[in-house]
């Protein structure tokens, strides 16, 4: 049995997710993207606690478990998504358990798996409007107040460690394009490509291509090896190693902060 799928927890779906680094990515969107000039266009913003760094590079919030980030675009509302990963379920109070929509609010709790690696992922997502977040992306609105008192409750009881809003770093962009819907034989999957223009360091943009499949729990497993065969059928090898592009975008901005 899947990790997480007992009958007396909760758990909405798994998360099957590939991603595909560097040259692969551009390989990967010319095999599998239908559209190149297509897909919703997204800016995407992470919140670190830097101030909290004994080194450079490093991920203080990250590493603890804890993701913030912020996404306006085209195409629909802004959001701010408050995400424990991997969530201890263990913390996770009823009135958690219990959560699905409240007004802007919804919350998932989902199985988030990338090649070996699989993780509980608790996420709080509150809908918002686009020029809130380029407020706060171009410094004219402060940072803090985007993130709302449920989101703020949620971390306050669930985070293994605490949260300070008024020391955050706003990280980003992040130019997202995601491809929701696709096709791949009787998969169907969403595909989003993440670039970073050329960092201090580094001689040429940074991206990354992510294909994902959410599944129910039951049957996850041969989901996920059947996802993996037809990628390669197409000439796409998952790099050992899988790692989050949240990480590799999270890793490449803390550095040259």
């Not at 962009?173 to 791949?184: D, F």
Request: net charge neutral; charged share 20%; hydrophobic share 40%.
């Amino acid at each position: 049995m899947p990790p997480f799928a007992g009958t007396d927890q909760r758990l909405d779906s798994v998360e099957i997710k590939v991603t595909f680094p560097g040259a692969g990515a551009a390989a990967a969107i010319r095999a599998l993207a239908p559209d190149q000039d297509g897909g919703l266009r997204r800016h995407v913003y992470f919140c670190e606690a830097l101030a909290r760094s004994r080194a450079p590079g490093q991920l203080p919030l990250l590493d603890a478990g804890v993701i913030l980030r912020l996404r306006s675009g085209s195409g629909r509302a802004a959001d701010v998504t408050a995400r424990l990963r991997p969530c201890r379920r263990s913390r996770l109070t009823d009135r958690w358990l219990d959560f699905r929509e409240q007004g802007a609010h919804s919350f998932r709790l989902d199985g988030h798996w990338s090649g070996e690696n699989r993780s509980l992922a608790a996420s709080l997502v509150s809908t918002c409007s686009g020029a809130a977040i380029e407020a706060v992306a171009s410094g004219t609105a402060p940072l803090a107040p985007v993130f709302s008192d449920c989101q703020r409750t949620f971390l306050a009881q669930c985070a293994d460690v605490p949260v300070r809003f008024d020391a955050l770093s706003l990280l980003g962009p992040v130019h997202s394009v995601r491809w929701s819907a696709v096709r791949l034989d009787h998969h169907e999957v969403a595909l989003e490509h993440w670039t970073l223009p050329a960092l201090p360091g580094t001689d040429a943009p940074l991206d990354w291509l992510e294909v994902s499949e959410r599944v129910p729990p039951q049957g996850a497993e041969l989901v996920q090896a059947s996802l993996t065969s037809l990628l390669r059928t197409h000439g796409l090898d998952p790099p050992p190693g899988q790692h989050t592009k949240t990480r590799g975008a999270l890793e490449a901005l803390a550095g040259g902060a």
